[in-house]
């Protein structure tokens, strides 16, 4: 039997797409489009909020920064204080509010720390 991946499962133009979980670098709101930004460098487009995939990703290492952003964990390079962002593996900024500073640094650690025990 194959492994299962998770996927996120998104709509676009009538038809249903999965898109596996660990090709997902971050998700950006613009308007009432969702960007989603893959390792590949190519971007798929969902006509929804990121909060409504943010819940569908719930149990993935993913962190909402700011309203407009999903951060997945294991591409963030590291973590800017002055400039309150994570900085991802591509060179992209990711805001992060200055009230969930704190929160954004512990869910990376605990990310950081939990896939390291695994050995991954």
């Known amino acids: 039997m194959l492994p299962i991946h ?16 660990s090709d997902i670098f ?9 960007n989603i930004h893959l390792k590949d460098g190519t971007v798929k487009t969902a006509y929804e909020k990121v909060s409504a995939v943010a819940q569908r990703l719930t149990g993935q290492p993913f962190f909402q ?14 973590m800017d204080a002055d400039l309150r962002c994570f900085v991802m593996a591509d060179g992209k900024n990711i805001p992060i509010r200055r ?22």
Do not use: C, D
């Open 6 to 21: 998770p996927a996120l499962t998104i709509q676009r133009g009538g038809v249903r797409e999965e898109i596996p979980v």
């Open 26 to 34: 971050y998700l950006e709101q613009q308007g009432h489009v969702v």
């Open 65 to 78: 920064t700011h309203k407009s952003f999903l951060a997945h964990l294991a591409f963030v390079g590291h």
């Open 99 to 120: 009230e969930l500073m704190g929160k954004a640094r512990r869910a990376w650690e605990e990310f950081l720390f939990a896939r390291n025990r695994r050995g991954g």
